[in-house]
């Protein structure tokens, strides 16, 4: 507590260096937790871009919100019914334009940072979208963002209690300027 | 075993959710094993783009198999030519168009997923390949897709037994709807 | 010693695929260390991205050097300098084109392969960077490179000590065809 204190008083006087250098603290189990997380990250992409929406909500806690393009969507079951709207409405497109396959969307991960106190953490990463043109297989860059996330460790796994979505090739959902890290 | 069996048959009553909860368990070394396979992940991609046949080919088992555009390759020496080839056949294309220097085709691996059991680990992840076109050096999506791997850990270093490329520009090499991870 | 010199001797006789294997040694603390790396590698990106001189400078020691388009920088103080600048120019070409709100630009990084060596760390990765037109948002692939990184631990804290950028689109910073990893 005295530490954190101090912390608080000496990034107030000297500056966010400090502060970003305060924030900064990597428990024992750091690298456990962070590898679970990586692969929590990692489980989502496949989840949401076969489609899966029992896998996808499984990654959240059962009070898990999601905030993204369609909206903010709280609890498992909305969750769920929320994948499956999603591949409808993909299934619309790709079936009004009758091609070889449907098209192959992709969403990718990186910049993982992640920090964890006890049973809760606080994730931030980036994100970029790949898709084809169906036809020709041509491949482009669709859009890129970043997350915001908090986690929960429940029975000792760690889930997506909140994961809010930046894009920033949509207006109402860029980034601001605030800095998101530390 | 018997923890297997109620897994299966919760699965069938229950649903993919569960069956994706139940597959997912981190053991003690989870930190350790994953990052020695991310590291091997990164350096077998330095060694595909440097076109360095030693090192692509010390990143597998010495029965290791690889499954790409060019075919089922088995075994480190076959691992070992099929890099040369490829590097042979890009400077038949390079050395044709007189560049100031060779093309940069470079590939990313993000979205590791990786289950570990014991000596033996699954690994699923996603890549993808940027070019440039030499003369102006634009830079441009080339090619993405995901990977399906086994990997064994063979004198204390993990390393891919199997790996399968499969790529969305390709329809041979296509995924499939069939969900490819846990 | 006794086994380096082997191993030194061994590489000669053998050739590059030996000495990759003899290279790739992991430490038990090697989880730790790299998921603190990787989390630096994660937040030095949202430095970058969101401009923030403090922070972007904190991921280097003290005498830190990058080594960049701009030059290369050395010491705290001037790489602060270098984020205000890079900072100031991109204010000017954003302010002539009047957008309804700044280009979003984004380094993402991957492929990140560490060596540990008790406090000192060396590092490659890939980068690249996405940046969109500002007036209808369109994404696009703006370069990409690698990463030659030295770190240091300072009072429990990997930082980097040494950052290299090459960057495939620039004649002057493209990478040469000397294996850069191990």
């Known amino acids: 507590m005295q530490k954190f204190v101090l912390a608080v008083f ?5 500056g966010s260096a400090v502060m970003a ?9 750091y690298a456990e937790d962070r590898s679970e997380i990586e692969d ?15 896998v996808y909500a499984s990654t959240f806690t059962d009070d898990g919100v999601l905030v993204w393009a369609g909206g903010e969507v709280a609890g498992h079951d909305a969750i769920v019914e929320e ?14 334009s009758t ?3 449907p098209w192959r969307r992709r969403h990718f991960i990186t910049n993982i940072a992640v920090r964890i106190d006890g ?19 041509r491949p482009y860059l669709g859009a890129y963002g ?9 029975n000792g796994r760690w889930l997506f209690s909140r994961r ?19």
Chains 1, 2, 3 share one sequence.
């Not at 931030?124 to 297989?137: G, H, I």
């Open 10 to 14: 000496g990034s107030i006087a000297i």
């Open 83 to 96: 994948v499956k709207t999603m591949k409808a409405m993909d299934r619309v497109i790709i079936d009004a």
């Open 164 to 182: 809010q979505i930046f894009n920033e090739q949509r207006d109402n959902m860029a980034a601001t300027d605030e800095y998101p890290a530390w």
């Open 146 to 154: 970043h997350y915001e996330d908090e986690l929960r460790k429940v």
């Open 40 to 54: 929590l990250q990692a489980r989502y992409m496949f989840a949401l871009d076969w489609q899966n929406p029992d």
């Open 119 to 137: 049973d809760r953490a606080t994730g931030r990463a980036y994100w970029f979208e790949f898709n084809d043109d169906m036809r020709d297989r």
């Open 99 to 101: 091609p070889q396959r």
């Open 21 to 29: 250098a305060t924030a900064v603290n990597y428990a024992r189990t």
